[in-house]
């Protein structure tokens, strides 16, 4: 099982960025896949997560200015964040978990660095 993340960037309060994670090595059609963050200091947590069949979660605090989405054929997921705010800085972190045998397991990818500036 693999995931990588791409698309961070450095970005003024107000602005937009679209994170991709690439999924590989597990049948991605039949998981759901969640969008972390961890901020300095502060603990990861959970953003956004798309189930398998396509329907979306957020946190209270980015809904209606982030949105989750998933290309099954292409095996990616995305995270399209408009208006940000500095406070939305943060590694972010694309997550599966995965049933290997009669394991469940959970994946991560590296992670993408996004800085908001004021």
């Known amino acids: 099982v693999q995931l990588v993340e791409s698309g961070g960037g450095l970005v003024q309060a107000g602005g937009s960025l679209r994170l991709s994670c690439a999924a590989s090595g597990f049948a991605f059609d039949d998981y759901a896949i969640g969008w972390y963050r961890q901020a300095p200091g502060k603990q990861r947590e959970l953003v956004a997560a798309i189930t398998s069949g396509d329907s979306p979660n957020y946190i209270d605090s980015v809904k209606g200015r982030f949105t989750i989405s998933r290309d099954n054929a292409k095996k990616m997921v995305y995270l399209q964040m408009n208006s940000l705010k500095p406070e939305d800085t943060a590694v972010y972190f694309c997550?599966?978990?995965?049933?290997?045998?009669?394991?469940?397991?959970?994946?991560w990818g590296e992670g993408t660095r996004v800085t908001v500036t004021s």
């Open positions: 997550s599966a978990r995965v049933l290997v045998g009669r394991a469940w397991n959970n994946y």
